[in-house]
């Protein structure tokens, strides 16, 4: 009973995906049967027969939508039925010399076939010859190129990726135009079959971390992959902790830069974030602005950032902990204040708390999931329940509100928003322990966070680097951003890397001269 | 494949072991206001203890104590004191746990049974250690400097509030060099200096092994300093005749600073604070144990009985004394004499003895 699952593989071959794997055969019929019967009820699909030079018979398959009609019109079906003077030895070359159409790909079995058509290519079917051609005239309604709305920077580039995968890598080429920018394809997902880009720019990324990726990624074995989420939990190298040990972007920039700094991006296609790896704990500290604005400013609002991710983590636990067990800790006059604030409250902190940030967490809830006619109503109302209403009415204290309007905003400022999610998350078990031993709970709770951190490691990279285990050059980019005149050097994630990303210490100060 | 630990990593481990329970005990308090000097004369005996156990070390390198044992010894008297060690660190390991649930349960949480106390404070050891010594020195590398961050805080809050004179602390040797000599041997001697033979069983997991007489010798004088400046602090702000009387003196001194009316109080958070040098010491013992049995009992790793060994830790650390002052008067009359003089300095010195006869022996 206890013995666990054998494993299992995914085994949906049904008797169309056996087809699948035949070869196409020189009798148009026959071919056409197959397809026929694969495409049953899908009404989307077109078979289009014609008379290729008014002799060869010919069908065009493609799917309606996906599919650029005009082109095919004008570039295909035009020329096609054009009466050709004189023998041709083979249909299939005088077709490639006869189309204007830049990509043209031969298939020769179903499951090409198949490929070709549920991405947009319509497939040219000839009698008496068992190849086929693709015919790339791939086209479909897509999403232009926006601002990206997860991450938002007042300073940098206003571009975002999309959902369909060739924006994408051209998004990403434009920004680094050296031919070591790779980019490696694969399908995943039965069904689906969703295009997966590895990206990764030759002698910065460390070979074998290059290797692993690919290999984590051709292990998964599953039916459908609709948003970077699906691979992300899929490679992870610790799927139940609470931290995200990959970092998903929708700003193309970040991704360049986490690209020239030897790391690996993961595009999935239909879906705007990609995904970098290997991260450490420090980065999803950073955002993206920080290495727009001045060296100074950036770094402190870093130094910002840490503090209240801290205060986001433990302060209503401290409250909790404070007001329960270490009165004496709060200088007199600041605690009859507070203690008098209580004094009408019915709950213990403990109840107090939970009940404030819970009702917190439900209202962003709903302000992220309602639509945005009604968010403002969403947003009225919250200030009024967790704010004055619930103060005058004698079921909260002021402290008590103000401690959770800290933690809210504080939790606002990461940069990235899974981290935000994991520290949301573990303040509960540390209000909890507050209430339970006082600090020591609240302590024991915070160690077993840095523990749990230290265990961590994403592709072999320790979470905590460059902290633990200590790397001294790192630190130039970890609790405060260099200049760029310092950064000389790359930081060191796994194995060989190309060190030097700028010549040392190379100021563009006026000369000594011009003083 | 065995788990390695760095150089900075071993002795942030081996810091907050030295300084973990240490620092807020009265060390050395029988010398009244000469406390400190005890402290520097329990340090240069630590240093030439030291000496002894990085020479085994030379003399043997790769070997754990436990490993090194049966090689001089032989199997015959090597397995039976192979196992007194291990056993004496786990008997030392809840020592340090009770420490520190007398400690809190003393202060802080004076309602809360002892037994919720140290078994939290346990589970978080346990999970820590079962992560390996690289999860464990990795822990160290961040808890450490927060710990220092703490301390250096706390002193200057404790300078700031203009409780502290340095005159407390003439006139030096007062009761003469015999009474500092006999407050430091051989309390200060054995705990915390004495106690760093616990750490023969960690260097083979060192990345460099060289680097061991090095690590060793800083890691005893400065945190030999440390103690020493921590305790002349305490002495210039309450002075020599409280020293004796408080179980905790440091505690005294942060009670009494203040900062404005603002800042005051903060012994909660130096107490949370020494957690973290309690974490280091039990968490070291537990490991070296742990160590040491796995290789008595030719296991291939010691993360199992890690978690074994802390489920005993918590119910001993309990019953080896009924009261708290019980537990201070083993630990200051019988632990010393009976365990730590033995097993830290007679039996090591007679290895180093046997083990350089056999080495020139060999040689000729």
Redesign the interface.
Known sequence: MFRRKRFKKLDNLNTQQVLKQQVLSSDLNDNLQVLRSMYQDCFDVVFRTLLMGGKTKAVLVYIEGLSNIEELNDHVLGSLMEETEGEIDSPQSALREKMTISKLNEVKTFADCIENISIGNPVLLLDEAETGLALGLGKWEKRSVEEPTAESLVRGPREGFVETMGVNTSLLRRKIKSPDLKMKSMKIGSYTSTDIVIAYVEGLADQSLIKEVENRLKRIDIDSVLESGYIEELIEDSPRSPFPQLINTERPDTAAANLLEGRVVILVDGTPFALIAPIGFFSLLQSPEDYYQRALVSSSIRLLRMLFMGLSLVLPALYVGVTT??Q??V?TSLLISVAASRESVPFPAFVEALLMEITFEALREAGVRLPKQIGAAVSIVGALVIGEAAVSAGLVSAPMVIVVAITGISSFMMPHYTQGLALRLLRFPLIFLAA?????????GI??I??H???LRSFGL?Y?TP????QGRELKDTFFRAPWWMMNTRPHLTGKFDTYRKASWKKTSPSKEEK | MQQKIGFIQLFYIMLGFEIGSTVIFGLGAEAKQDAWLAILAGMFCGLVLMWVYTKLFEHYPGHTLTQMIPKIVGRYIGYPLNAIYVLYFIYLASRVARDFGELVAGTILPKTPMLVVIGGFIAVIVYCLSGGIEVFGRTGEILLPFLFLIAIASWIIVYSSQIFDIARITPIFETGIGTVWRAAFPIVVTFPFGEMVLFMMFWPMLHDLRKVKKLGMMVVLVSGILLTVNMINVISVIGPKWISDRTYPLLTVVKLASVGNFIERIDAVVIITMIIGGFFKVGSFIYGAAIGAAELFKLVSARSLVVLFGAIVVPLSLIIATSFMEHVEIGLKKVPLFLHVPLQIIIPFILLVISAIRKRYRRT
């Not at chain 1, 339970?436 to 024991?444: F, N, P, Q, S």
């Not at chain 1, 902290?467 to 200590?470: D, K, M, R, V, Y």
Request: glycine letters at 8%.
């Open positions: 067990y270490h004496e800790m200088p339970t031993l006082g600090l020591l709970g609240i302590m024991l160690i077993t840095i523990v951190l230290c265990t320790p905590l902290i633990a285990p200590l």
